[in-house]
């Protein structure tokens, strides 16, 4: 794989997951400001993190798949 496709994969992934993360933190938060004593702000947090980090992972995974089709 060349170095021009694999940068391209990395972008998606990257893209990919800060649009999961963005989508997972609105709905907590919404969730949250529907009901206040749901989650606290760490939990928000540390829970965008961990969707960042995994979905990165399976994005590094599943675009290289997709864009050799």
């Known amino acids: 794989m060349d170095k021009k496709k694999q940068n391209k994969n990395r972008i998606l992934a990257l893209a990919s997951s800060?649009?999961?993360?963005?989508?997972?933190?609105g709905v907590a938060i919404s969730i949250n400001n529907g009901n206040p004593d749901t989650f606290a702000d760490v939990d928000i947090v540390a829970g965008s993190i961990f969707v960042f980090l995994l979905s990165f992972i399976l994005f590094l995974l599943i675009w290289p798949m997709l864009v050799d089709e």
Not at 18 to 25: C, H, L, M, R
């Open 18 to 25: 800060i649009i999961t993360t963005t989508f997972f933190a």
